[in-house]
Nanobody, 123 residues
Framework: QVQLVESGGGLVQAGGSLTLSCAASGRTGSWYTMGWFRQAPGKEREFVAA???????YYADSVKGRFTISKDNAKNTMTLQMNSLKPLDTAVYYCAAQVNNRPWSTGAWYDYWGQGTQVTVSS
């Protein structure tokens, strides 16, 4: 059974940085896409970033230039480096994996999800 476990969340001041990690029980190199989504209180889940098996990366406009997604297939991990954090980045962050080639920005097309990690950015 595939398990995804996020870590690295916490409280940080605006302008600060955090690094989120996602540890996978499965082989990350075999999945077509891995991604990060987030959900703020009272809001719908939204796409943050995705990385294809080929290494291609995609970002939401709101995080482009500030966040960097990467993965290490040898360690079965995925990372989200978050810089220049803003209070609007406050949310629960989820990692997800997509087995086949599906739209990378749509959460419904992902097959596996982690439990989430809280990120709080204070002003």
């Amino acid at each position: 059974q595939v398990q995804l476990v996020e870590s690295g969340g916490g409280l940080v001041q605006a302008g600060g940085s955090l690094t989120l990690s996602c540890a996978a029980s499965g082989r990350t190199g075999s999945w077509y896409t891995m991604g990060w989504f987030r959900q703020a209180p009272g809001k719908e889940r939204e796409f943050v970033a995705a990385i294809r098996r080929s290494g291609l990366t995609y970002y939401a406009d709101s995080v482009k230039g500030r966040f960097t997604i990467s993965k290490d297939n040898a360690k079965n991990t995925m990372t989200l480096q978050m810089n220049s954090l803003k209070p609007l980045d406050t949310a629960v962050y989820y990692c997800a994996a997509q087995v086949n080639n599906r739209p990378w920005s749509t959460g419904a097309w992902y097959d596996y999800w982690g439990q989430g990690t809280q990120v709080t950015v204070s002003s």
